[in-house]
């Protein structure tokens, strides 16, 4: 039996380093390389040497395939190419080709040139390693070599995120990467049609939970902002550059230009006015509102977004800032908050997780007095609120991708293993296919079961279809043919083409069979009582009495003659070619029933 | 009458006589008509290759044939169709019979046979399906025949088994259109096929084509349409569609769901895998419910769509369609409305939102929880959500539609309904607002609601602003905080867009009028009145303070105890809103004040209010003027003028009326005044200073009439008739003053001829109405109709002169509704000072914004004209779709003007105006009138003559600045 092995390198029953291997009818393709977040040793990456303990990669992949430009997606993969050395194709989709060097030289300046780490990848390894990326368009059918072809269907999720179908023949499996259901401000929602893979690769961050409608959040996050600026208060909204940040922007640029306030909007800059910059050249990757406007404005041109400066910080009356990074734990965003937190007009709004220790996490947990370095203690009045954005589907999500793409297998990766536990559960038992959710480094094979593609000739085709009724269509139908196995490729052909080709002579194959019958008459006589016996039964053939007593039925050929030993007993002999194998077997069955007693 | 008007005139004069000939020539063109299929055969005949019969083919088909000559056409077809061997010739002709078959007052049946004959030896799939397609016209073309029918019907199953899906997908179509719906008509021919009909559709529902999958719905659904009553049975195959792995089937399949779910909505189904059963329409509702989240969004758009119209389903079901239940790592969570309503009826204020306020409590069954409902969960709270702004329109209209038939649902939904108000699609924020606004009578917004709703207020669109106002004026509001906070918020957008200033008064007069006892304990502090001090008195031209009177004094006129409340200015300033803002301000029995309407009163029936009975009482006095002098009608009839129109501008539900009835008054005074001319009785020399008075009074009178009959919407007949009678009676007095004052004959005839023949069309189309018009102009003028024909110009005028004084004024009988069309330009305000500068020779695009109001077919009539200084005038048209309509009898117009001219030297105004274009053709009482007449009419008369096109200005004009600059070089 043909069998798919998957086996997670990261993201197995855990979040971060997503790595998946699979191999499918012989060819071994990698999803994902990122790093995790949790980890600064060597657990930070993949285990690559799972794949091959010596020699080079390449000859063990057939291709690497990046679903979107987030580290825990993609982190590993300077390392992956350049350090332990891979040289075949990498696949990803434009804009995430495009992103992704941003963010992996702003990961390596981080590790390097803050925590001074030494042995880490560089720039020049990130550019060499971009080289050797393919770029895919959506719905674009790309083959890697003969027989692996790869496509993209839009996730949603993050700017040009995507998920990939894998398909080697007629096996098939689709990774998700991470996706979103549910449209939000700049994305649209993630859409597959009816593939039917063999597996379907599906994340599960949120597994256990269905989330609220997200105009609720968003109206409060509005109802918020509007509130305090309007009390002349200053808002501060600590993001990670890139994803929910634009999200955010858009939103609240659009309530600015439709309430018509004045009160400015910074968004401190780096690496996101290089991201935004990508953001409207990818017009094609966002959602309907921000397609079908942008030929009047483009929406990530901020009309009241403005790039934030020191200073700005002790300007007099209202404002918004955007800072990085999300978890106020340093950088612009703590310096912020400080010069801020003072004051009980202000607000901070958390857009998103905070890790424990961060003094994000610390004032959403209602800590009020804070101990900065240097034994400062920071007193926090400003208003502390916390708002959910997030860009994964939730458990309800999951299934309607599910639906909608039919798989005849499921594997959960990316996510908590209780949680996957209950989803696992309920895709069994609502879908009533097997799920299956291997931990890192643990081999999940898939039994297959493909079909395989014969070419027919038409001539052959025709004559077929046209014998017997033309029953449904859909249904699957016999038919007579010769099955030509030759330069890889089947084809099934009529007989004599088949030994035409192969240069064959044809020979006849006979079937004979004696029947025994009781009648003490004359051969002759029997033969005519058999003659006239077939004539009454198989009203729809030929049946004839030839000159010399024998008697042909088509093309099959009856002789009575008696017995050597006992005169009473006649020998019926019957004779076919395999072609009439049917109709002979039916007519010696008929006449070792015997003859009717009666003439 | 025309005609022989005409013989009499023309017997003088034989020059004219001649266009008599010309218009026979017309005539002469019928002898060419049958020489058309001849030419074809010709043609056809010289064809040598396929390409060239093509060629002709085509040719041929662009010119219409006449109804004698189809047959004959067809029968040249049908012989070159069989010695035919290429297959797209083949094809033309067959789609050619299609079209023959189709002209009007043709009898396709005489060629039925041929067309079926064809069918028998054809090979090609496409030849094939065209001649069923042209079956089909044919079949169409003879409902009243059955047999007919059954025989199409037949032919057609017979090709059901063709392998090509077009022929297949013809085939179903021509079964659906024409198999029969009747029963006992033909009794035993009918129980075998048309009783089939329904089996042989569905057994194409599981064909291996698609498009043969959907032809076979949609030919189902034909059936249903033509009221074939489907069998219950085909319910269960359609379920089975609609898991169909291409979208038109699915889509089509919603479609056939929905129609048996609304024609067996009673009927039990069983629910697979258990036991238990559920009415029909719930089965379908859950399934419709399921398709709202369907891969593709066409699917989606038609699910949502169709929820709408289920009334029937059990509230029960209704109402999970808003339900999710929200779980967080396997804990029940509430949903943010929940909590709202939860904090709302704790009387709790908000705290502030802590991290993990919306904590999850309750931990889940495991088991329990069914993350795909086959039900309807949650259907409309994925379509709201949903991507495309098309699925989520659709599912606000079903949400609408649904809950205006259930109060219960539409409390419910009213959470969602607000929701959707800050979607980033206007269109779908404004269809929201709508919807809520058609819902509002079942619910009551709670305090938390009417704060998000009211948070839209400052939206910089005019049209949300606006729609959300009409949706306050028929909100009811629970609390006396929630009409403060609606009250605060209404002043603020004032503050912000003082141009919604109309808009909000309109809105705080409903305000005020529904909740009067919500308003009486506000009023102190509205007013800013103290018990013991005197405050300062607001200013009267406050906008905002004018809002909140309108506010207090709505309330108060269901609440008599409010006045008691009012300081003195506070009575002033009512006195002087009652008479400054009267459609917004209504009468108050005020205590201890003589107010005009108080002391009228008492004396008033119940129904009819004063000014009504004043506008009848004036008229009256009008009307009877017969006893007075010259001077003093005139007197009388300025004096009424300047009453009506007084008292429009005062009652806007009487402004049509009273302006109408004012113009046509008008009208009689010209009319008296231009008769009362000395120069009647002056010698010609010494008229040409005086003619001008009168006959600028009748080219008045005839725009006059004009307005009357095009501006008012609500103009009956009876007033037509009137109007045109007013016109006619200008167009004598034109005459009258254009002999008096030319030289010579000549003219004359012309202008008596075209005269005459405006009576006799007047008598034609109004002749019902002619009973009516006793000792009018127009009854005296028939009676002396055959002397007139007869005589000179000279005696003509003559004659009309006298009829003119001596003919009664007639009665204007008032419609029950009458509005006058008012346009309102709002951009550009006219107020800018910086001139819009551009390079002469290129444009520049002026955005024009415009209320229009009781405008009957504004794409139709109104356009924009724009003036500039040196005396250039331009019309544009604006475009259907730039006319949008915010509610009944509304309309606005926003649309962009473009402007160029040559370079100016100094900046410039030009004028920007609305005109109503008519047509006179097209007046009311030419479509009144038969048809037959109409023609005969048009033959009469040359259209020139009859229809006189124009256009009426009917906004105030708005002055723009601009400034082409030369170019530079």
């Given at each position: 039996m043909p069998e798919i092995k998957v086996t997670p390198l990261g993201a197995g029953q855990d979040v971060g380093r997503s790595c998946i291997l699979v191999s499918i009818a012989g060819k071994n393709v990698m999803l994902d390389c990122g790093m995790h977040?949790?980890?600064?040793?060597?657990?930070?990456?993949?285990?690559?040497?799972?794949?091959?303990?010596?020699?080079?990669l390449t000859d063990f992949l057939d291709c690497v395939i990046i679903s979107h430009f987030h580290l825990d997606h993609c982190g590993a993969l300077p390392y992956f190419s350049e350090m332990v050395g891979y040289d075949g194709p990498i696949y990803m989709t434009h804009p995430t080709k495009a992103i992704c060097p941003i963010l992996l030289e702003d990961y390596r300046k981080i590790t390097v040139d803050k925590k001074g780490e030494t042995n880490f990848f560089t720039s020049q390894m990130i550019k060499d390693c971009m080289k050797k990326v393919v770029a895919v368009h959506l719905h674009q059918t790309v083959q890697v070599d003969e027989e692996l072809e790869i496509k993209a269907y839009y996730a949603g999720h993050v700017l040009g995120a995507a998920m990939f179908q894998i398909k080697v023949g007629c096996e098939s499996v689709v990774y998700t990467g991470d996706y979103n259901m549910t449209p939000d401000r700049h994305l649209g929602a993630a859409w597959i049609d009816k593939c039917r893979p063999d597996l379907l690769i599906s994340e599960s961050t949120y597994a256990t939970t269905i989330r609220d409608s997200k105009r609720c959040r968003e109206r409060d996050f509005l109802k918020k902002v509007h509130e305090t600026v309007e009390r002349g208060g200053k808002v501060l909204i600590p993001v990670f550059a890139l994803g929910r940040a634009q999200e955010l922007c858009i939103l609240l640029e659009t309530f600015w230009e439709r309430m018509n306030l004045k009160a400015p909007i910074y968004f401190s800059t780096g690496l996101t006015e290089k991201a935004n910059h990508y953001y409207k050249l990818f017009i094609t990757w966002t959602n309907q509102k921000i397609r079908k406007t942008f030929v009047q404005r483009n929406m990530f041109e901020f009309k009241h977004i403005k790039a934030f400066d020191r200073a700005f910080a002790d300007n007099p009356g209202p404002m918004v800032v955007f800072a990085t990074p999300g978890m106020l734990h340093a950088g612009q965003s703590l310096q912020i908050f400080r010069k801020w937190a003072g004051n009980e007009k202000n607000m901070v709004i958390m857009p998103g997780y905070c890790v424990q220790g961060t003094v994000g996490h610390k004032i959403l947990s209602g800590q009020r007095k804070l101990e900065m370095e240097g034994r400062q203690i920071l007193e926090v009045k400003m208003q502390v609120e916390y708002m959910s954005f997030s860009a994964h589907a939730d458990a309800k999500g999951i299934m309607q991708l599910i639906r909608q793409a039919e798989p005849r297998n499921v594997l959960l990766v990316h996510g908590e293993a209780k949680k996957m536990e209950f989803l696992k559960q309920k895709i069994e038992q609502e879908f009533h296919v097997s799920c299956y959710m291997p931990a890192n480094g643990e081999t999940t094979t898939i039994l297959t079961n493909p079909c395989i593609p014969v070419d027919i000739s038409l001539g052959l085709l025709k004559r077929e279809t046209a014998i017997g009724p033309l029953a449904d269509a859909k249904k699957p139908k016999l038919m007579h043919g010769t099955l030509l196995m030759k330069d890889n490729s089947f084809r099934l052909l009529c007989p004599e083409q088949a030994l035409k080709e192969l240069g064959l002579a044809e020979h006849q194959l006979r079937f004979t069979c004696r029947v025994h019958i009781q009648d003490p008459r004359k051969e002759h006589e029997t033969g005519l009582r058999v003659y006239n016996h077939l004539k009454g039964i198989l009203k729809d053939y030929s049946v004839q009495h030839l000159p010399d007593g024998s008697i042909t039925v088509e093309s099959i050929l009856i002789q009575a003659t008696a017995h050597s030993e006992d005169q009473g007993t006649k020998v019926l002999l019957v004779s076919w070619t395999y072609q009439d194998e049917e109709l002979g077997s039916y007519l010696t069955s008929l006449l070792k029933k015997g003859l009717p007693q009666s003439t | 009458m025309a005609a022989h008007l005409k013989k009499r005139v023309y017997e003088e004069f034989t020059k004219v006589v001649q266009q008599q000939h010309e218009d026979l020539s017309t005539k002469k063109l019928r002898l060419t008509k049958p020489s058309k299929s001849a030419a074809l055969h010709v043609d056809l005949c010289k064809a040598t290759s396929p390409a060239d019969a093509l060629q002709y083919l085509l040719q041929f088909a662009r010119k219409p044939v006449e109804v004698e000559s189809v047959e004959g056409v067809v029968r040249i077809l049908l012989e070159h169709y069989y010695k035919e061997n290429d297959a797209s010739v083949r094809l033309k002709i067959a789609s050619l019979l299609g079209l023959l078959s189709k002209t009007a007052g043709f009898s396709p049946d005489c060629i039925m046979d041929d067309a079926i004959n064809t069918l028998q030896n054809e090979k090609s799939h496409q030849v094939l399906a065209q001649l069923l397609d042209t079956l089909l016209v044919i079949g169409t073309k003879l409902p009243e025949n059955p047999s007919v029918r059954m025989r199409l019907v037949e032919v057609a199953c017979k090709h059901l088994t063709d392998s090509s899906h077009g022929v297949r997908n013809k085939c179903l179509q021509l079964i659906g259109c024409l198999g029969l719906v009747e029963k006992g008509v033909a009794k035993e021919a009918e129980s075998q096929a048309a009783k089939d009909v329904q089996k042989i559709i569905g057994d194409h529902f599981n064909d291996q084509d698609p498009r043969v999958r959907t032809a076979a719905i949609k030919a189902m659904l034909q059936l249903h349409e033509r009221g074939l009553k489907l069998q219950q049975a085909i319910y269960s195959q359609a379920c089975k569609l609609l898991a169909d792995d291409y979208e038109q089937v699915r889509s089509a399949a919603v479609q056939l769901i929905w129609v048996l779910s609304q024609l067996y909505p009673e009927s039990i189904v069983p629910i697979p895998s258990s036991n238990e059963e559920i009415r029909l329409v719930d089965d379908a509702f859950g399934k419709i419910c399921h398709m709202v989240s369907d891969g593709s969004w066409v699917v989606r758009v038609q699910a949502a769509k169709l929820l709408g119209s289920m009334q029937q389903v059990s509230s029960h079901f209704l109402e999970q369609t808003l339900d999710k239940k929200l779980m967080s790592d396997l804990r029940r969570k509430r949903t943010a409305h929940e909590r709202a309503k939860e904090l709302y009826s704790s009387g709790e204020f908000s705290s502030g939102r802590k991290w993990g306020d919306d904590a999850p409590k309750e931990e889940v069954d495991t088991g329990a929880?069914?993350?795909?409902?086959?039900?309807?969960?949650?259907a409309f709270v994925h379509g709201l959500e949903d991507e495309m702004y098309e699925v989520r329109i659709a599912a606000v209209e079903a949400l609408c539609m649904l809950a205006q038939s259930s109060p219960s649902f539409a409390e419910k939904c009213l959470d969602f309904l607000v929701d959707m108000f800050n979607d980033e699609i206007e269109e779908v924020r404004l269809q929201s607002i709508h919807t809520m606004r058609k819902i509002s009578n079942n619910i009551t917004l709670r305090e938390d609601q009417l704060d998000t709703v009211l948070a839209v207020l400052e939206d910089s669109s005019r049209d949300i602003r606006e729609a959300l106002h009409e949706l306050l004026c028929c909100t009811n509001v629970s609390t006396k905080e929630g009409i403060h906070l609606a009250l605060v918020e209404l002043l603020k957008n004032l503050t912000k867009y003082p141009t919604d200033r109309e808009s909000i008064w309109k809105c705080l007069k409903f305000l005020g009028s529904r909740h009067p006892t919500l308003v009486l304990p506000l009023v102190p502090e509205l007013l800013s009145t103290h018990p013991f001090f005197d405050t300062p008195e607001p200013d009267m031209d406050d906008p905002a303070y004018i809002a909140v009177l309108v506010l207090i004094f709505n309330a108060a006129k269901s609440c008599p105890t409010m006045p008691a409340l009012f300081s003195d200015h506070t009575f002033r300033h009512y006195a002087y809103l009652r008479d400054s803002l009267s459609h917004l301000v209504p009468p108050l029995r005020l205590p201890g004040r003589k107010l005009v309407s108080s002391t009228v009163s008492p004396n008033i029936t119940p129904h009819e209010d004063p000014s009504q009975q004043f506008l009848h009482q004036s008229l009256e006095r009008v009307y009877n003027f017969q006893h007075l002098d010259p001077q003093g009608i005139q007197e009388l009839l300025e004096f009424t003028i300047r009453d009506l129109q007084r008292l429009g501008e005062l009652q806007s539900e009487l402004a049509g009326m009273a302006d109408f009835t004012a113009t046509y008054l008008q009208c009689q005074l010209l009319l008296i005044k231009a008769l009362q001319e000395k120069l009647w009785n002056v010698a010609a020399p010494l008229y040409l200073k005086q003619n001008a008075l009168a006959s600028a009074a009748a080219k008045q009178i005839l725009e006059e009439t004009y307005k009357m009959e095009f501006m008012y919407?609500?103009?009956?007949s009876r007033q037509v008739v009137i109007i045109h009678h007013m016109r006619l009676q200008a167009k004598a007095l034109q005459l009258i003053v254009t002999a008096r004052t030319t030289r010579g004959v000549e003219p004359l005839f012309g202008m008596c001829e075209k005269f005459l023949q405006e009576v006799d069309s007047f008598q034609r189309c109004f002749i019902s109405e002619l009973p009516h018009m006793q000792g009018s102009f127009v009854d005296k003028l028939l009676d002396l109709m055959p002397r007139l024909v007869t005589s000179k110009p000279a005696e003509v005028v003559k004659i009309l002169q006298t009829t003119l004084r001596q003919s009664t004024f007639l009665h204007l009988p008032l419609p029950e509704q009458l509005h006058r069309a008012t346009a309102n330009i709002i951009e550009p305000t006219g107020e800018s000072d910086n001139p819009l500068r551009f390079t002469s020779g290129l444009v520049v695009a002026l955005d024009v914004d415009a209320t229009l109001e009781h405008v009957q077919d504004p794409q139709g009539t109104v356009k924009v004209q724009v003036l500039y200084p040196d005396g250039q005038a331009q019309l544009i048209h604006p475009k259907p779709a730039d006319f949008r309509n915010p509610g009944p009898g509304r309309h606005r117009l926003i649309t962009q003007v473009y402007l160029s001219h040559t370079a100016w030297t100094e900046p410039c105004q030009i004028e920007v105006r609305l005109l109503l274009a008519y047509n006179s053709n097209k007046s009311k009482a030419s479509t009144r009138i038969p048809k037959s007449t109409w023609s005969e009419s048009l033959e009469a008369l040359p259209p020139s003559e009859n229809g006189i096109e124009g256009t009426i200005p009917f906004s105030k004009p708005v002055k723009v600045y601009i400034m082409p600059k030369p170019a530079r070089r």
């Open positions: 977040m949790g980890y600064n040793d060597d657990r930070r990456f993949p285990d690559f040497s799972y794949i091959t303990q010596n020699g080079r | 929880v069914n993350l795909i409902e086959s039900g309807a969960c949650g919407s609500g103009v009956e």
